[in-house]
C-alpha cells in the first residue's frame, strides 16, 4: 500500500516507492522532497528537491546534515507548505531526520520525538549509529 504517514501538520515520513508516487505528493499537497538516500529516486512531480546523499549504515555521517535538513522541513511549514522525508524503506534515515527536526524546532525530547514518528510509521528504527548522533544531537540542542 503506498502512503505517505503524518509526523506533523507540514512534515510526513514514507518509503521511496510512496514518495515518489506523483498521486500521493499532489494529494498530500507536498511542497518539498527530502530524499535521505544516493541511489533513490525523486518523484517526478516539479517540487522542492533536497538530496541527503548518505546510507543507511551506522557509520555514515547523518548528524552534520540534521541542522539543514530541520530548517528546511520549518522554513517550508512556516511558509505553508508540506515536506515528506524519505529513504529506501522509510524505517532509519528518514525517521532520524523527522527526529531531529522535531527535537531542534518542537522542541521534544529523543523519547518523545521518536515516540511521535514511531506513531506515525511504527515500522521506524534508526540504526544504533544514527541513533547515537540523534543522542549527540540531543545534548547540543540542549547546551
Do not use: W
Not at 507536498?30 to 517526478?44: D, G, M, R, Y
Not at 524519505?86 to 527536526?101: H, M, P, Q
Not at 506515525?120 to 549509529?129: D, K, L, Q
Amino acid at each position: 500500500m503506498l502512503q505517505l504517514c503524518q509526523v506533523t501538520e507540514g512534515l510526513f515520513i514514507s518509503n521511496a516507492r510512496s514518495a515518489c508516487s506523483d498521486e500521493l505528493i499532489q494529494q498530500e499537497a507536498v511542497t518539498l522532497c527530502i530524499n535521505v538516500s544516493k541511489q533513490q529516486p525523486f518523484p517526478a512531480t516539479a517540487i522542492k528537491r533536497l538530496q541527503v546523499p548518505v546510507y543507511d549504515d551506522p557509520n555514515e555521517d547523518l548528524h552534520s546534515h540534521f541542522d539543514r535538513c530541520a530548517d528546511a522541513i520549518h522554513q517550508e511549514a512556516a511558509r505553508g507548505g508540506c515536506t515528506v522525508v524519505y529513504c529506501k524503506n522509510g524505517r532509519s534515515r528518514s525517521a532520524s531526520v523527522c527526529i531531529a527536526y522535531l527535537m531542534k524546532h518542537r522542541k521534544l525530547t529523543l523519547a518523545d520525538a521518536i515516540e511521535m514518528v514511531k506513531t506515525a510509521r511504527h515500522v521506524i528504527e534508526p540504526n544504533p549509529g544514527f541513533l547515537s548522533q540523534l543522542q549527540r544531537y540531543e545534548q547540543e540542542l540542549n547546551k
